[in-house]
């Protein structure tokens, strides 16, 4: 933790103390570093004082530091008039002050009082009242002297307890040495606090508390000599008769929800996930889909935030769509992160300053932030760079293969004090410097969980249907013809990177993948095998190429013919939570039947209803469909799903001359290793209706000569 006097360099001018805590916050380190407290203040009532307990009770532990106090009781008319008579008489002030005060009851009033007793009997505080001579007596000040110089606290705040913390009001925050302006201010606040103390302010009449009342408050404070935790005292009896805005009182730190299981039973492996990353503090936790990644993640945090005197943690996410899900999951650990989906990026930068000044100050133990992998890059991680000099940083990166862009390591920062990576599948295929770059900045995988450890346990089992599809005339047509091309540029393939004769290969390459990818015959055959009866379809995922939209849009057409009721989901759902969870929301429950979609299901989309997926489909790198099964696997208590099926399509073109080229064998090589991925972790790889028929085609063609 820094110290007080950086602390109280890096307070803000203004705060609404609606949004704060105003005692930690602002007056605790204030009051840490004081010399002395002035205070003059209309509408006072001694709730203000157990407000500012935490603070009061750091000056008033020195018995050599003053504390003054100039108020202006809140009281009606007539009131106002007895106090004055009272006051002539030299009578007891304490029943006017407080109105139905009882010493034998046991209340918030009555402890307020008693606390107010113990202030004044032990010299403590010293109280005037101030009585406006015309009009109110509305000024709302107060004054600190440290050894830097003054520092005041003013504005619209009352000293009562809902001036402190219940209404919209602000105060301003004024240090002498700042600048001209703050020295003026200060100057001038002091001047009028000491013409009022002193009786030399016309306006106001400035009174001393008579004896009668200093005797009576002594007697209170005699009674009550057995109580020696004055601020516990009066915030007990304010917790029970006002209640207390939790996020403001409580410090913010990370704790295990109850109701998680992490040790035992279907996710027992989070507890040893988490015990092989604490051992470093660094490391990727490689976890299949669907395995509780986030939680297990969440809580490492919670351990780490248990050993440190104050930590940051840095959430990064891919996609907009995860800032919430993941802010959720968060606020279930009792935090409540800065979520910096839909803000704009001066705000994002204030927010996370107060969240590092609030660590810094001892206000909060834990602090979290939700930005996307993209925002690693921003100016923010500059902020976060110059905070990891006094407080500990915690990056954990979801999804965390994206992070091996050479985008994310020209900017990386090497200020997080632990590094925590999660992904079903970190390495990046056909990236090895990509990969490199994650182990080096993040750290080695410390435990491995992949789906053949997660089927059975935390994930369903499934069955693999695998439908042979052919390419229609035209499309056959245009394979064809790309594929002489190809040949005729073979001698490209051989090329260095950048030569336009490579580059043109590569194109006519792609063109002929995008061929098999987007073939119409898919929805055709999905067509004759898609249940007849709409009713047999139910909690259903079609996942669509991105390259071309016909096929989502005869995807489309083919369910709206059969009267299915169902839903493309877009970036604009992914992008606005509140569309996002009314539609998981219906789909969880039936009334959708069918999602479809391009490729915005594949990462962060949280929908363990799910009971069938038809892949039209599927690119050759391996964590995509990693993803997409395990998306499709996830445990589902609330429907029972015990089990899953999943439909996939490939396409066999023909082949004119019984020659293969080098990217055709590529491209066929992956579309075996799909099938054989997808069928050894089936129910039902070996069996007839799974994909050992087709796979042995496949090989066939592999061993063709080119």
């Known amino acids: 933790m820094v110290t007080t006097s950086n602390a109280i360099a890096e307070l803000e001018p203004i705060y609404f103390v609606n949004e704060h805590d105003i005692d930690r916050e602002v007056f605790l380190p204030i009051v840490e570093i004081a010399s002395s407290i002035s205070c003059m203040s209309g509408f006072f009532s001694s709730g203000a004082l157990s407000e500012l307990a935490i603070s009061l009770s750091h000056f008033l532990a020195a018995k050599d530091k003053p504390l003054r106090f100039i108020v202006s009781p809140n009281l009606e008319k007539q009131d106002l008039e007895a106090l004055k008579i009272a006051l002539g008489a030299g009578e007891n002030l304490i029943p006017l002050l407080f109105p139905g005060y009882e010493p034998s009851e046991d209340n918030l009033r009555s402890r307020a009082v008693n606390a107010l007793a113990y202030l004044v009997a032990t010299g403590r505080l010293s109280m005037k009242l101030g009585l406006q001579r015309q009009g109110l007596f509305h000024t709302k000040c107060w004054i600190f002297e440290t050894e830097f110089g003054g520092i005041t606290i003013h504005g619209s705040v009352n000293a009562t307890r809902s001036g402190l913390s219940a209404n919209t009001e602000q105060i301003g925050l004024s240090k002498e040495w700042e600048n001209d302006a703050d020295k003026k201010v200060v100057g001038k606040i002091r001047k009028t606090f000491e013409s009022l103390w002193n009786g030399e302010y016309e306006q106001v009449q400035t009174i001393e508390v008579n004896d ?331 996942f669509c190429t991105d390259k071309n939209p016909e096929q989502l849009e005869s995807l489309n057409e083919l369910l709206s013919r059969r009267a299915v009721n169902f839903h493309q989901v877009t970036a604009e759902e992914t992008s606005s939570p509140k569309i996002l969870s009314r539609v998981i929301a219906s789909f969880g429950s039936g009334a959708l039947q069918v999602l479809t979609s391009k490729r915005v299901l594949d990462e962060g989309f949280n929908i363990p209803q799910t009971e069938t997926a038809y892949f039209l489909a599927s690119n050759t790198v391996r964590r995509q469909w990693v993803q997409r099964l395990g998306r499709v696997l996830r445990l589902s208590p609330a429907t029972g799903k015990e089990k899953a099926v999943v439909h996939d399509f490939i396409v066999i073109p023909q082949l004119d001359s019984g020659k293969i080229d080098g990217d055709l064998k590529s491209l066929l090589r992956s579309e075996f290793e799909r099938m054989s991925f997808f069928s050894q972790l089936s129910s039902n790889g070996l069996e007839s209706d799974g994909s050992i028929e087709l796979m042995n085609e496949f090989l066939a063609l592999l061993e063709t000569d080119k």
């Open 212 to 542: 009668e009342t200093i005797g009576y408050l002594s007697k209170i404070y005699e009674k009550n000599r057995d109580v020696t935790d004055w601020p516990s005292y009066l915030n007990d009896k304010i917790l029970k008769e006002f209640g207390s805005p939790e996020g403001a009182k409580r410090k913010s730190k990370l704790e295990v929800p109850g109701w998680l299981n992490y040790r035992t039973g279907e996710y027992a492996h989070q507890g040893k996930a988490v015990n092989a990353w604490l051992e470093k503090g660094k490391g990727i936790l490689s976890v299949a889909t669907g395995g509780g990644k986030t939680l297990t993640s969440l809580v490492a945090a919670s351990k780490v935030g248990s050993r440190e005197e104050s930590l940051l943690v840095v959430v990064a996410v891919p996609t907009k769509a995860l800032l919430d899900q993941w802010s959720e999951d968060v606020k279930a650990f009792s935090v409540t992160p800065l979520n910096t989906y839909g803000r704009p990026k001066s705000e994002i930068k204030r927010e996370l300053k107060g969240q590092i000044r609030r660590l810094r100050l001892g206000v909060s133990n834990n602090e979290v932030i939700v930005m996307t992998h993209e925002a690693l890059k921003s100016e923010l991680i500059d902020i976060l760079e110059k905070a990891s000099a006094d407080i500990p940083l915690m990056l954990i990166g979801d999804e965390v293969h994206n992070l091996g862009s050479a985008g994310f390591q020209s900017k990386a920062k090497y200020c997080f004090k632990y590094l925590l990576g999660l992904s079903a599948t970190h390495v990046r295929q056909f990236d090895e410097e990509g990969t490199d770059f994650l182990i080096d900045y993040f750290g080695d995988v410390v435990y491995d969980f992949p789906l053949e450890k997660a089927i059975g346990t935390c994930l369903v089992p499934y069955d693999y249907h695998v439908h042979r599809v052919q390419l229609e005339d035209e499309e056959q047509e245009k394979w064809f013809e790309l594929t002489e091309k190809i040949r005729k540029l073979s001698y490209a393939a051989e090329l260095s990177d950048g030569n336009s004769e490579k580059e043109r290969w590569k194109i006519l390459c792609l063109q002929r993948r995008r061929i098999v990818e987007s073939a119409a015959g898919k929805v055709v055959r999905l067509a004759s095998i898609l249940p007849a009866e709409k009713n047999d379809i139910r909690r259903t995922l079609f």
